[in-house]
């Protein structure tokens, strides 16, 4: 596909790619998705104006160009979440691109993106969150090997961690100490309390493990020693709410949204809560409450007398 792009614009993507990389923090996954959306977008044009399109063709970019290129998508059946991430990127880009070569940008910026239903997180309850630590605990005929599931979901819950930040926690973290300086999505480093029964977990793990923790060694280890791999404890989650009959949706990232569902629900702000997710907008975090508010309502629905 990149080979019906022009050199000058492969030569500006990879530019814009390496600023984000560099200067705005993006990580490596949305770098990488980043250089897809866009590497369709160029290509699409190439196709649809008949040929190689150097620089000064994007500038001639029009609002039906940009409306051929969303319908091409959606006929191929493009979901309009992803299809509104694209026109993101491409967004992007082409302020980047109209900076630099000094033309207007409009038709690409004022192209609408489609309208979709935004997802609401799937937390757990309460009591479902320690019936998952409970079951894990259980699943495992190693003692060290419970020990450390339990670990790791102790910290998804009760710290709001990332799985991956989990598990890219090292021996220089242990004992685990009163708050954590946690590196997020794209180096954004924010400080996450370590509540007393995660910092006992850890502990139990460390006691039983018997692999030796040098400060660079990773914290979480697989049976053989090297770090542990997110599918081990997805795995043991998905054991979990097999045994506990519940959905689907009941994956490590939920418990992430259980911690930030729970704080809510006890009176937490808003903005403490943004803080300790490491979310950019504060809109992101605003998705749990309207989980808190329709969580009242069913419980309203189930317990409210009716004539």
């Known amino acids: 596909m990149t080979l019906l792009i022009s050199p000058a614009c492969r030569d500006a993507l990879q530019r814009w790619l390496d600023g984000q990389r560099a200067l705005a923090g993006a990580a490596d996954n ?24 150097g620089l000064g063709a994007l500038e001639r970019i029009t609002v039906s160009d940009m409306r051929a290129w969303m319908a091409r998508a959606r006929a191929d059946g493009i979901a309009a979440r992803s299809l509104a991430r694209k026109l993101s990127a491409v967004r992007s880009f082409y302020r980047w691109l109209a900076a630099r070569e000094g033309f207007e940008p409009t038709a690409v910026l004022s192209t609408r993106a ?34 450390r599931d339990v670990a790791v979901v102790t910290l998804l819950w009760g710290c709001g961690l990332r799985i991956s930040e989990a598990l ?67 795995g043991a989650m998905a054991q979990a709410r097999m045994q506990l009959g519940l959905p689907a949706t009941a994956t490590p990232h939920a418990l992430r949204h259980s911690f930030a569902t729970h704080l809510l629900s006890a009176g937490g702000d808003l903005r403490a809560i943004q803080e300790l997710l ?24 189930r317990t409210h007398p009716r004539a």
């Open 168 to 234: 890219a926690l090292t021996g220089a973290d242990a004992p685990l100490p009163a708050t954590l300086r946690i590196s997020g999505k794209g180096g954004k480093e924010r400080v996450v309390p370590v509540l007393p029964a995660a910092r006992d977990a850890i502990d139990g793990y460390l006691r039983l493990c018997p692999h030796p923790m040098r400060p660079s060694d990773p914290l979480f280890r697989g049976v053989r020693g090297a770090a542990l791999s997110p599918r081990v404890i997805q």
């Open 30 to 53: 949305t770098v990488t998705a980043y250089q897809g959306d866009l590497t369709e977008f160029l290509a699409f044009i190439t196709a649809h104006k008949g040929g190689p399109q």
């Open 114 to 147: 489609p309208k979709f239903r935004r997802k609401l997180p799937r937390p757990l309850a309460e009591d479902a969150a320690r019936a998952v630590i409970d079951t894990v605990e259980l699943q495992s005929r190693r003692p060290w090997v419970a020990a």
């Open 278 to 301: 490491g979310h950019a907008s504060l809109s992101t975090t605003q998705t749990y409450t309207a989980v808190d508010t329709a969580r009242l309502m069913e419980i309203y629905d």
